[in-house]
């Protein structure tokens, strides 16, 4: 007994040390440095909730927070609602000798640099790029128009990014159902619609949930894409944070803004674990 | 084995010495193998090849760059370097007396320098030097004014700030993310000058501001408004000068710059040592030769971008498309009308950042 006990600590240990080290020690040092201050170009370490009432009482952070609740929410909600057919047309549509290929396919995107594909995107979305130039060939408009540098601009540069995340989370979740499921809610008279809200889209839904929230944490905490993308029209918590650090070195505020955007995704997986019981999967 | 796989064979075998004679040359001359090393933490135009090659052989020595944007970005590196890590420091002009008062920089021994040969207007001793003793030198320049795109807008318009505000250029202009110098083209725009901002005009700084901005199509650092005038998507730059347009000329003759009658403002980068320098000699000589004439004329026109070189005699040096491109002959009267940036206490440093980040946010 007191060996298993040895033996799982031991195989625990490397985990619980990476943890420690690399999450919870950084954590409580940006904690700590959340509530010190910086005086003119000094770090003064007396304790002080200074930062989160600055956060509190200038509308310009608070509405950073609202504006990378807003984008995220979207970017959320386009992602899975384009991610969900497509993922589904490669569980149940393609042949299974080319599910794999399309799967490649799907998540070829992944390969190249966030920082290029967001730049590229720029040259799609620029006036004068590849989406003006066609919609002047196909007369829907007779000037250049830009479509960058605003909200809707790095909604889709996210977008591009988080479809890809969630088609694999939820073909995961599709391919594991195993089809007796929708044979025998079949034969008891189910259609393929009342079939798929019944039975398919109840038991996927931990899948759609994981990636929703991974597209969550990751949309809110991503300073490339609003930074390159939105051309500084608004700004999101991440620019905010970088604010804080590349203008003003400081370090204290930049903590407590993140310590907000920390809380915020603790909020968001508490309530994905209460609501959708993600320990199921 | 056939005669085409020998062939192919001997070619590649000749190919790989050849490849293992080339490398070993790479790394017989790489600056890997110089005797000392020298760490800089500078802006782009100083990662520049041409700039840094010929210190690098005259020395023997390897110049470690690391590049930053923004003073907040550069202090924040060294707040989490050990001390000594770092030989030189090149550094907005502006931001000079607060580094000083830090205690982060070396004194400069002045009488080796050229100070003397430096634009009259351009230095700023009030600002290099501290208690009598020399703190930072001053070693390229332009100005953030109006650069624009010649074939998109009138050029006669872009002399008058006001216009910007009109609905003329609407969606059009492009804003470069720098508050100091931009807050300071509004206060002339509103008939003041730089040093008159304080927290009583803020506010007006600040509405003429958010009027900018409906009239803005994007806010960009460095690399995002150029792209924006080169590209297409904006054909104003506010803060635009030389350094934005010099370097896209040969591809884009129609990109040009222009100091508008309310005048503009004159930006400068200084070159200074770390107090904590455990390299100082070697970090001198590295200021000296970025401040002589040589140094001079490859900075002025390195790859990142272009700028005046500090030191007069750097003119002897650059052709006369490079002058032509730096307005080299007009730069009396262009200092004449130019003002330097307003220097903020930490107090209004603040609140002018706050007013800036509501203008993003607007």
């Known amino acids: 007994m007191m060996a298993n006990r040895r033996l799982a600590w031991g195989l625990l240990l490397p985990a619980l040390l990476w943890t420690l080290t690399f999450f919870a020690a950084p954590l409580v040092i940006m904690g700590m440095y959340s509530l010190w201050q910086r005086v003119g170009m000094k770090l003064v370490q007396t304790w002080t909730t200074h930062n989160y009432q600055q956060f509190a009482s200038k509308s310009f952070l608070l509405e950073s927070l609202v504006n990378s609740l807003e984008v995220t929410a979207t970017v959320t909600v386009i992602s899975i609602l384009l991610a969900y057919p497509l993922a589904y047309i490669l569980a149940e549509r393609v042949p299974a000798r080319w599910q794999r290929l399309a799967l490649v396919m799907a998540i070829l995107p992944f390969w190249t640099s966030y920082v290029v594909r967001s730049y590229s995107w720029l040259l799609v979305l620029s006036e004068g790029g590849i989406l003006s130039n066609f919609l002047m060939d196909i007369g829907l408009i007779a000037e250049p128009m830009s479509f960058a540098n605003n909200r809707g601009a790095t909604v889709v540069g996210f977008v591009h990014f988080f479809v890809m995340l969630l088609t694999l989370t939820i073909y995961a979740s599709l391919v594991q159902l195993p089809p007796s499921y929708r044979k025998a809610a079949a034969d008891l008279g189910a259609g393929p619609i009342r079939s798929f809200i019944h039975v398919v889209l109840p038991l996927t839904l931990p899948g759609v949930m994981v990636g929703a929230f991974l597209t969550f944490v990751l949309c809110i905490g991503d300073y490339i894409t609003p930074q390159i993308l939105g051309g500084n029209q608004e700004l999101l918590l991440p620019q905010t944070i970088m604010m804080q650090i590349s203008r003003r070195s400081d370090f204290p505020m930049a903590s407590a803004l993140a310590m907000i955007l920390m809380a915020v995704v603790s909020l968001a997986y508490l309530a994905c674990a209460r609501w959708l019981k993600l320990d199921r999967l | ?362």
């Open chain 2, 1 to 362: 084995m056939s005669i085409a796989q020998t062939s192919s064979s001997f070619c590649c075998a000749r190919m790989a010495l050849r490849s293992a004679g080339a490398l070993s040359l790479l790394i017989l001359s790489a600056p890997g193998l110089a005797t000392e090393e020298l760490n800089a933490l500078v802006w782009c135009d100083h990662t520049d090849p041409a700039l840094i090659e010929p210190f690098e052989q005259e020395h023997d020595v390897r110049v470690n760059l690391k590049e930053y944007e923004g003073t907040g970005n550069a202090l924040a590196i060294v707040e989490q370097s050990q001390p000594g890590d770092w030989d030189v420091f090149v550094i907005d002009g502006v931001d000079v007396p607060r580094v000083a008062e830090a205690g982060l920089l070396a004194e400069l021994p002045a009488d080796a320098l050229p100070l003397d040969d430096i634009f009259e207007p351009v230095q700023m001793r009030d600002v290099t030097f501290r208690d009598g003793k020399m703190y930072a030198i001053m070693e390229k320049f332009g100005y953030n004014v109006v650069a624009y795109n010649k074939a998109k807008v009138d050029p006669a318009d872009m002399r008058d700030l006001g216009v910007l505000w009109t609905d003329k250029y609407k969606d059009q202009i492009a804003v470069y993310d720098y508050y100091i110098p931009l807050m300071d083209l509004v206060a002339l725009k509103l008939g003041m000058k730089p040093s008159d901002i304080s927290a009583e005009t803020l506010p007006q700084i600040r509405d003429a501001l958010f009027e900018l901005k409906d009239n803005a199509s994007m806010v960009g650092e460095v690399v995002s408004s150029t792209t924006a005038l080169a590209t297409g998507e904006a054909d104003i730059l506010l803060g635009g000068g030389e350094w934005a347009v010099a370097v896209l000329q040969a591809e884009n003759p129609d990109l040009d710059w222009v100091l508008p009658d309310q005048g503009g403002l004159l930006w400068s980068q200084s070159l200074a040592v770390f107090e904590t320098s455990t390299k100082k000699d070697l970090a001198i000589e590295f200021v000296k030769y970025i401040m002589s004439p040589e140094g001079q004329a490859r900075l002025a026109t390195s790859s990142c971008f272009w700028g005046v070189p500090a030191n007069r005699k750097a003119g002897d040096l650059l052709t006369d498309a490079q002058k032509r491109a730096l307005r080299w002959d007009e730069q009396t009267e262009l200092l004449a009308n130019s003002h330097r940036y307003f220097i903020p206490d930490a107090e209004l440093d603040g609140q002018m950042l706050d007013v800036w980040s509501e203008f993003l946010q607007h």
